[in-house]
Nanobody, 122 residues
Framework: QVQLVVSGGGLVQAGGSLRLSCAVSGRTFSSHGIGWVRQDPGKEREFVAT?????????YYADSVKGRFTISRDNAKNTVYLQMHSLKPEDTAVYYC??????????????WGQGTQVTVSS
């Protein structure tokens, strides 16, 4: 089993930036694809971004965040990051990281972190 701990959320004004971190422990970190998912209360979970296993050469983003968010991984630190720029109020949500999958299919991810709140004020 894989444990994921998410950090870095907070309150930011529209146009600002935040960086989320997902620290992973358990099975070999580098062998897992990692995704970021968000959920606004009352709505379904929404795919945000994903990065492939090992060197992380493949990344994929939701259209809503493309060009503003960047996913990256540091295998030496067992951590995946989500750098968010040009934040908008509609980015407000609880952000989760998930391991073991790739792409927009949320059921493909096996293990989930606890989530962190990101609030963007207008």
């Amino acid at each position: 089993q894989v444990q994921l701990v998410v950090s870095g959320g907070g309150l930011v004004q529209a146009g600002g930036s935040l960086r989320l971190s997902c620290a992973v422990s358990g099975r070999t970190f580098s062998s897992h694809g990692i995704g970021w998912v968000r959920q606004d209360p009352g709505k379904e979970r929404e795919f945000v971004a994903t990065i492939s296993s090992w060197s992380g050469t493949r990344t994929y983003y939701a259209d809503s965040v493309k060009g503003r968010f960047t996913i990256s991984r540091d295998n030496a630190k067992n951590t995946v990051y989500l750098q968010m720029h040009s934040l908008k109020p509609e980015d407000t949500a609880v952000y989760y990281c998930a391991a073991g999958g790739w792409g927009e299919n949320l059921s493909a991810y096996d293990d989930w972190g606890q989530g962190t709140q990101v609030t963007v004020s207008s």
